[in-house]
């Protein structure tokens, strides 16, 4: 290749490439933060909620083995690998913006469905329930589904757990809270855990929205170079 021009894409396409490979690694590791923390209080949530980051991840593994055919085209100068390189990135950016409306759709659901699901866990109150929510009730400072009244109301055995308790009020010697009133207002969390679980998924979501809108960027800018540089291959090849 005599022209400097498409000699100086690929060099920047190959750069780009190494960027898009890291950044799909980012998008992975993202993906496995977000799944790890939305796991913890996987009792109370669907697998539409899991979905997303699982999602994700298998995202940034493909993203990352579509940068190295991409750099791999680049180096080789061919058309071919090239475009199907551009394909691939076009796919994937489609996959993505699905991905990203029926989240959108799926969230305005989002608050009934957590607090469905905690209401029906809270009514049966049996051992895996219970432990998930001590897990969530400590974990996330909270107690009932809307206020610890819940627990009173419509548990099964109408009475508040320990994991109510704030711990600098917890005796010790019993593990719970004592010489509190009937709902604690002085010593029990009095916020509900279906707010609190609702604002998580949110952040966890903010998370993988703007990881996802960065990247699709970078594959609009990835799919004019490759576009750009296999066309200028060809020219050049046709001279």
Known sequence: MRSCGPS?????LFAFNVLFALSGLGILIAGAI????????NHFVEGRVIAPPIVLIVTGLIIFLIASLGCFGAIKESPTLLLTFAVLLAVIFIVELAVGIAASVFKKDLEMMVKNSLQESIKRS???????????QRKL??????????????????????SCCQP??????????????ALGKDKF???????????RI?????????????I??????????ACYLASSIRREQAK
Not at 34 to 41: P, R, T
Not at 202 to 214: C, E, F
């Open 126 to 136: 049996n051992s895996e329930d219970t432990m998930a929510w001590d897990n969530i």
């Open 34 to 41: 977000v799944l790890a923390d939305v796991n913890e209080f």
């Open 216 to 225: 699709a960027f970078i594959q609009i800018l990835g799919i004019f170079l």
């Open 8 to 12: 100086l894409i690929k060099y920047v």
């Open 202 to 214: 949110d952040k966890n979501a903010s998370i993988l929205i703007g990881v996802g809108i960065g």
């Open 168 to 181: 600098q009020f917890i005796d010790t010697t019993v593990g719970h809270c004592l010489d509190s009133p």
């Open 189 to 199: 969390y009095q916020d509900g855990c279906v707010g609190k679980l609702k604002d």
């Open 141 to 162: 400072m909270c107690c009932g589904v809307d206020t610890p009244a819940d627990w009173r109301a419509i548990s099964a055995n109408k009475t508040l757990p320990a």
